[in-house]
T-cell receptor, first 111, second 111 residues
Framework: QKEVEQNSGPLSVPEGAIASLNCTYS??????FFWYRQYSGKSPELIMF??SNGDKEDGRFTAQLNKASQYVSLLIRDSQPSDSATYLC???????????WGAGTKLIIKP | SQTIHQWPATLVQPVGSPLSLECTVE??????LYWYRQAAGRGLQLLFY??????ISSEVPQNLSASRPQDRQFILSSKKLLLSDSGFYLC??????????FGPGTRLTVL
């Protein structure tokens, strides 16, 4: 059974600091990694995804993969109160049709 | 661009009543379609996915069923709702790869 684990939080970060979110996965053969943001009462929205061949930066967001330790990180620079949300990590499953989801980490940015 | 619609947005139903939730996607052809449920404060539970008209895969045995009568339409149904069916129901689509995009969701309360 493939698993994705996240610390449920809440993770509290002061405004302007770097927020670091981690996600561990069980399948060493995983190729695709996704980060979604979910505001309270809303549906998840894709922030970014990376493949096993490298990290990615998009504006204030950076996704990093550590294959040796089997975890993927999401860094949010210059954190804003609007970044307060639950962040969901997902990893590709056995087929291209399926994602394995973590339960999410609640992030709180304190002004 | 692609858009995904779900309705209704909220629903309050008595135990034992039937259910029909609808999801439609615009701007793409032959999408993969998914139904998820998210209980309060929990992660995403995949209920059904479909790779084509009339092709439905069930992930969790329960009193729910899904149908795909048209290429871009996905319906979630139940003949008799249980209290445990309460939750946030999310429809998602993908274009043959893993990246999934979510609709706005339906919040179902069973009383």
């Amino acid at each position: 059974q493939k698993e994705v684990e996240q610390n449920s939080g809440p993770l509290s970060v002061p405004e302007g600091a770097i927020a670091s979110l981690n996600c561990t996965y069980s399948d060493r053969g995983s190729q695709s990694f996704f980060w979604y943001r979910q505001y309270s009462g809303k549906s998840p929205e894709l922030i970014m995804f990376i493949y096993s061949n490298g990290d990615k930066e998009d504006g204030r967001f950076t996704a990093q993969l550590n294959k040796a330790s089997q975890y993927v990180s999401l860094l949010i620079r210059d954190s804003q109160p609007s970044d307060s949300a639950t962040y969901l990590c997902a990893v590709n499953g056995d087929s291209n049709y399926q994602l394995i989801w973590g339960a999410g980490t609640k992030l709180i940015i304190k002004p | 661009s692609q858009t995904i619609h779900q309705w209704p947005a909220t629903l309050v139903q008595p135990v034992g009543s039937p259910l029909s939730l609808e999801c439609t996607v615009e701007g793409t052809s032959n999408p993969n379609l998914y139904w998820y449920r998210q209980a309060a404060g929990r992660g995403l539970q995949l209920l059904f996915y479909s790779v084509g008209i009339g092709q439905i895969s069930s992930e969790v045995p329960q009193n729910l069923s899904a149908s795909r009568p048209q290429d871009r339409q996905f319906i979630l149904s139940s003949k008799k709702l249980l209290l445990s069916d309460s939750g946030f129901y999310l429809c998602a689509w993908s274009a043959g790869q893993s990246t999934q995009y979510f609709g706005p969701g339906t919040r179902l309360t069973v009383l």
